[in-house]
Structures are given as C-alpha cells and as structure tokens.
C-alpha cells in the first residue's frame, strides 16, 4: 500500500475512533477532519504518530493539539461556513487548516516567527487561499480585521482577555483555554455590554505567552 493511502487510512480511523465516537457531530467538523493531512503538519519524524490520539510537539516548545480537542473547539464554535474568523496561536497551521475548509477567512496570529513561517508554507503548498497570517502577541487580537463571528485561541491565559471579547461582533462567541495549573475551555458570547462565559471540559494548553 502506498504511503498516502495509509495515511488516509489512519485519518478515516482517527475520525471514526477519536472524533465521531466521542461525540463529535457537526458535519462540517468532521468532513473537515477527514480532508486535512495532519501528518504534513507535524515535524518529519513524527509523521507515523500524526493521527494517535494526543498532541505532539512541533519545535520552540510547542505542540499540535490533540484531534479531539481540535475538533470539539471547532465544533463548540457552531460554524455556518460564512465566518470571518480570528485564531490566535497558529502553531503548526493544522487547526488553522480545519478552519480554513469550513469558513470565510481565517486571520491567525502566531507570536514566534518560525512557527507562523512554517504554517504559512504548508498551509500554501496545500493551496488554502482564504488564510492570513500575522506575526506578533495574540492577546491583543488582530483589530484592523475586527469584528470577528468567532475567535479560537489555542493557548491558555490566566483569564479571559479584554481585547479579544472587544473584537468579537455582538452575539459572536470565542472559545478559549482559561486558567493556569487547572485550565477548562470556556465559551465566551459577547454581549452588547460585557460578556457570558459558559466553561465546558477540563484540558492542557501551551501558556499564552504575555509579553508587557
Ligand atoms: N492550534 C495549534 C496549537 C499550537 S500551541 C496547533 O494545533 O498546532 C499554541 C501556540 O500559541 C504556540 O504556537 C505558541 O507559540 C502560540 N502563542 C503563545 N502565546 C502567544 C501569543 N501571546 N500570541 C500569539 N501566539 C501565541
């Protein structure tokens, strides 16, 4: 068997076994699942462990979220397909990638140069046209293309911040890993004024890394 159809074997089983089983529903989640090769998105000699069931590293520190967490924040953004969508910590561009097949525009910032670098190559090697990139501190969001429908953040804060819920429209949600030893993903709705928070599941994220 050639190695692309093994891979495309082991996407089909991790979105059976990992994703679906576990209660994952939206169609447009996993369509988008099965579509991106998440083995081009982690570092060569990892390729054969891009479809387990855990995240990996992927350079300076940082790993590729696991697929069920990729999944279950997408999904929890209830996605429509006509999105402009905010994500911060690009990381290796594979969360980016799944965005990318569901929504409008993604805009995703990455705050280390050589991560964003790399995504960005994958991410146009793989001809996603629909993506843009920036290089600098997410906690700041990214307000010339403000307001979003939706924010994904991939990394955890201490608490929600501010300057993301401002560039959400009003009724958008964000979901985003808050806390620091315990972190739980939180759903966020902005609101006219101020916002709702709604915590969902226990998880592990990288720190979002602060810089004032
Ligand atoms: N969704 C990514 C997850 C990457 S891990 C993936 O699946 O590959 C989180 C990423 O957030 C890391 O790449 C890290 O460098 C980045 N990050 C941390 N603090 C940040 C900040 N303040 N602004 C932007 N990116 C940040």
């Known amino acids: ?18 994703i679906r089983r576990r209660g994952i529903k939206d169609r447009k989640v996993l369509k ?19 479809y387990g069931d855990e995240p990996l590293p992927i350079g300076e520190g940082q790993t590729i979220s696991q697929p069920y967490i990729v999944a279950y924040m997408t999904e929890a953004l209830r996605l429509g397909g006509r999105e402009r969508v905010l994500e911060i910590g690009t990381g290796s561009g594979y969360q980016t990638a799944v965005l990318a097949e569901i929504v409008r525009e993604v805009y995703t910032v990455e705050l280390i140069p050589e991560l964003s670098n790399r995504a960005r190559t994958v991410l146009e090697k793989l001809g996603y046209r629909n993506v843009h990139f920036r290089i600098g501190d997410g906690t700041m969001g990214w307000p010339e293309h403000a307001p979003y ?45 101020g916002w709702d928070e709604q915590r969902l599941i226990g998880v592990r994220f990288v720190p979002l890394i602060t810089i004032h």
């Open 1 to 18: 068997m050639s190695q692309d159809s093994t891979y495309d074997r082991e996407r089909k089983e991790m979105v059976e076994d990992q």
């Open 32 to 50: 988008a699942m099965l579509r991106v090769p998440r083995h081009l998105f982690v570092p060569e000699q990892m390729k054969e462990l891009a």
């Open 149 to 193: 429908d939706a924010i994904l953040v991939s990394a955890a804060p201490a608490a929600v911040p501010p300057a993301l819920v401002e560039q959400l429209k009003v009724g958008g949600q964000m979901i985003i890993p808050v806390g620091i030893d315990f972190q739980e993903l939180v759903l966020v709705t902005r609101k006219e004024t």
